[in-house]
């Protein structure tokens, strides 16, 4: 079994559905310490005047002292309301078809705005794009397992620990996080470990100009579904990482060539 943990983010970059198109199960990583403006309340979409602009779920206990699982959302309603403002300006811009079918998603998120809990809205914001997409997502949240996981370990020590329990034969990460692993922790517990490269491209715009990195949601609406579906799986790439005692980082092979392997695949590229 291949395995993705990450923590639930508020509807990422596309890069971030490469992933979760890579693995066979998904672990929505909720047991550690919250972390104030990240991307698990926020992410950016285009500004109306050009260039970046936040939308963000206002949380009601919001502190570095909850987990989060255990983040609330402070008024869901508003917070949907708001969200939608901050997309409101591409009306004039793109499709209707296009316009409808982002805000829709951002619509199934917050569902019938009862439910306070950040996580889920995050699992479900997900759950929607990968449906809208044709990426299958499979996944746990990992408070809900009841995992015995080591007390307090470094920040590349939860992924082993988890991915031993559950029994995967190898883990997929982001490349940009690879300094954070030994391999060897993971050859301990018998998974390979794979880092992830993500660059789906420069896509149209129209007359708006705006940073690469932007939430899927901007993606949506200047492109239609199959269209990103087929960006993100022909941008991603899998590179095996060995049982190397120098850093992973250190390791990492030359960028994405002839002979990598794109996700979702078969075989991985071996290491270098």
């Known amino acids: 079994m291949r395995l993705g943990i990450m923590q639930p ?45 936040w939308m963000t779920v206002p949380l ?35 499709r209707r078809a296009r316009y409808d079918r982002t805000c829709g998603l951002v619509e199934a998120a917050f569902g019938d705005g009862t439910d306070p809990s950040l996580v889920g809205l995050d699992v479900r914001g997900l759950e929607a794009t990968c449906r809208l997409l044709g990426i299958p997502f499979r996944h746990r949240v990992c408070s809900s397992l009841g995992l015995a996981l080591p007390d307090r370990p470094g920040p590349g020590g939860w992924a082993p620990a988890i991915c031993a ?30 880092l992830a490269r993500t660059a789906m491209g420069a896509y ?28 993100i799986r022909a941008g991603t790439v899998l590179e095996r990482v060995g049982d190397d005692p120098r850093p992973a980082a250190a390791v990492l092979p030359a960028p994405p060539g002839p002979g990598r392997v794109r996700a979702p695949g078969a075989a991985v590229a071996p290491p270098p």
């Open 204 to 231: 149209p715009t129209g007359p708006c100009a705006g940073p690469p990195g932007l939430s899927v949601l901007d993606a949506l609406m200047w492109m239609d579904p199959p269209e990103l579906a087929d960006r």
């Open 165 to 194: 329990r559950l029994g995967a034969t190898s883990y997929v990460n982001p490349a940009g996080g690879a300094a954070l692993f030994d391999p060897r922790d993971f050859a301990a517990a018998g998974t390979a470990l794979l």
């Open 60 to 94: 009601g206990n919001a502190s570095i002292s909850i987990l989060i699982r255990e983040a609330a959302i402070l008024d869901p309603p508003a917070a949907r309301a708001s969200v939608l403002g901050k997309l409101s300006h591409y009306r004039p811009h793109v």
């Open 9 to 53: 983010y508020f509807f990422p970059y596309p890069g971030h559905f490469g992933l979760i198109a890579s693995v066979d199960e998904w672990i929505v990583f909720d047991v550690t310490q919250y972390t104030p403006k990240t991307w698990i309340n926020r992410n950016r979409v285009l500004h109306p005047r050009g260039g970046p602009a």
